[in-house]
């Protein structure tokens, strides 16, 4: 089959001359796709490929953005260069996401830290370790990683928490991590950990605000369990 570019396409159905008529709100994701990909393969139109990216994850945009370079690239048409520009369309989204999300003058729920960390943390296939440093205010003033690990756990050097905070002037902290098994239950290391730095709080009169362990959809606060 011959192959069909987006140059011989009927005029509205160009997802970058459509883009321009008719603004970007009137592209689908597999028209938006398209464009970063520029052209398909000798069966397939850069639409036609989109939309079979988009069927691999059920149309679902978040399981789209952990899908690695190496498994975009299994897609016949789809080399390292436009696996690239996929990724890296997707990263900006997710930053782009992340910094709306820290427009809070003020923290005042569990529920309000998940909607900040959760754009960072709930799709990554290891384990992450942030701290949200608040002012007198509880108004988030900085956001640091302060871990990266395994499958199953991060090391954290409670040294480095305090560090900062003390760098920052910073009256509160809030620790932040997840599960990329997705179970949110805390583990033994996860207690002791908290437990150290609330002691450690204690002494430096940095308020150690609240613990959670985000997962996709949901999360496990310590404070709102009264464990903390």
């Known amino acids: 089959m ?12 160009r997802p970058r001359e459509k883009m321009l008529l008719k603004g970007k709100e009137s592209l689908s994701d597999a028209e938006l ?3 970063l990909i520029g052209s398909g393969n000798r069966e397939e139109s850069a639409v036609d490929l989109a939309k079979r990216i988009l069927r691999y994850v059920n149309n679902n945009l978040n399981k789209l953005t952990k899908l690695s370079i190496e498994e975009l690239m299994q897609f016949k048409g789809i080399g390292n260069v436009k696996a690239i520009t996929i990724v890296t369309a997707l990263e900006f989204g997710k ?6 999300k820290q427009v809070l003058s003020k923290i005042t729920s569990s529920s309000e830290v998940m909607s900040i960390m959760s754009p960072v943390l709930y799709d990554l296939d290891h ?3 942030w701290v949200l ?4 205010a509880n108004k988030v003033i900085s956001k640091q990683q302060v871990s990266k690990g395994g499958l199953t756990a991060t090391l954290v ?3 480095i928490i305090f560090k900062k905070a003390m760098e920052l ?11 990329p098994s997705g179970k949110l239950k805390p583990s033994k290391a996860d207690i002791e950990l908290t437990n150290k730095v609330k002691m450690a709080s204690s002494t430096l009169d940095i308020k150690l605000l609240d613990h959670l362990i985000i997962s996709e959809k949901t999360y496990f606060s310590f404070a ?5």
């Open 2 to 13: 011959e192959k069909v570019s987006i140059k011989s396409w009927a005029l509205d159905d």
């Open 157 to 159: 050097d409670v040294r």
């Open 169 to 179: 002037n910073s009256v509160g902290i809030i620790l932040c991590h997840n599960h």
């Open 127 to 129: 384990e992450e370790f």
């Open 133 to 136: 440093y608040l002012n007198n």
């Open 224 to 228: 709102d369990e009264g464990i903390l």
């Open 33 to 35: 796709i398209a464009i």
């Open 95 to 100: 930053r782009r996401q992340f910094e709306d």
